[in-house]
């Protein structure tokens, strides 16, 4: 009988304890140890999932065969490079660093070494974003024409989330955009396909220096394709963290109001209906196959020696885009061509 995977958290937060509710779905796996520098919540973290509180990453990795990277993310290259030096497996959360520069440098990284590695960008598991993208590029709907993309969440250095991290630029890189809407720009690219072109605004209200808490995006395709992302930290903590996308093509409209379960209205050539919950998984899954459990399907790779999706390649795109609009931003929004690799 295979023995299970044994995972290490290096960085004890919300998001580690997701993805530890993520790996309790399968048997391959289990949780042997954890760091984090807040000692305190370390110690809580291991004794909700029987592993060991270690002093060091190094120790985490050195007792691991995967490694989730859950920390802050300006240090997620420098852990990254530890766990895929040590051969191990690496999950990181997104956004994969601070900078383009950095992203590219951490994909040669894992490259080199030949580690399986994964990235946080878990609406690529929604059943709601799978739904569309798919049936958009399945089913007879023309060319897909616009993307009207409004996400909004309360700043996420209070409430629920408590990262007090993300108001410092050091620690985060920069605001909305990056820690937030990378999954956006992931998704946006995803469905519309390489961009041309990126405009972009951003603004601070809340004053945390190089923390932008307002973002309004305009990205172009090259078959005349449109999507306009708007991003907003608010401070509406009663208000759970929402998205809401209308997708336009020349023969059908999609809205998404729930970015994951639905409800997912549609028009196609005149039919409408509504997807959601339970149905909407089984369509998106009779489409492209993929389950719901970004944290399974990585413990499947990992066991089975194959890639894992998606990888650290996969988020490039979404920091190119990502690193065009900051640079749009800083010009006034001048029209900017996101760089190639």
């Given at each position: ?7 290490g ?40 999932h ?25 240090a ?51 059943p ?22 409004r ?15 993300r ?93 994951w ?23 998106a ?39 065009a ?17």
């Open positions: 009988m295979r023995k299970p995977l044994r995972i958290f290096l960085g004890t937060g919300l998001i580690a304890e997701n993805h530890a509710r993520g790996l309790s779905a399968t048997d391959d796996a289990t949780i042997v140890a954890c760091y984090d520098i807040d000692a305190e919540r370390c110690e809580r973290f291991a004794a909700n029987d592993a060991a509180a270690m002093d060091t990453p190094e120790a985490v990795i050195a007792s691991s065969d995967a490694i989730y990277v859950c920390a802050w993310t300006a997620h290259p420098e852990l990254v490079a530890a766990a895929a030096d040590a051969g191990r497996a690496v999950f990181c959360e997104k956004p994969l660093a601070v900078d383009l520069t950095t992203v590219e440098q951490m994909i040669n990284t894992v490259d080199r070494v030949g580690v399986i590695n994964q990235v946080g960008l878990v609406l690529r598991r929604s709601a974003f799978r739904w569309v993208t798919e049936t958009t590029r399945t089913q007879d709907v023309g060319r897909l024409m616009s993307i009207v993309f996400d909004d969440q309360y700043i996420p250095i209070q409430g629920m989330y408590g990262s007090t991290w108001a410092d630029a050091a620690k985060a890189g920069a605001g909305t955009l990056i820690e937030h809407s990378i999954h956006d720009l992931d998704l946006i690219t995803w469905m519309m396909g390489p961009v041309s072109s990126v405009a972009a605004r951003t603004a601070n209200f809340h004053g945390h220096p190089g923390i932008e808490d307002q973002a309004h995006v305009r990205l172009d395709g090259f078959d005349g394709a449109t999507a306009s992302l708007i991003s907003i930290w608010h401070d509406l903590l009663d208000r759970p963290s929402q998205r809401r996308v209308e997708v336009f093509c020349e023969g059908a409209y999609f809205h998404i109001e729930g970015d379960s639905g409800p997912v209205n549609y028009d196609i050539a005149g039919e409408q209906g509504s997807l959601e919950g339970v149905a909407l998984a089984e369509a899954t009779d489409l492209d196959g993929r389950g719901q459990n970004a944290d399974v399907d990585f413990v499947r790779a990992v066991v089975a020696d194959r890639p894992a999706y998606p990888d650290f390649s996969v988020a490039l795109e979404a920091h190119r885009l990502c690193d609009a900051y640079q749009s931003a800083a010009e006034q929004g001048r029209s900017t061509r996101p760089s190639a690799r």
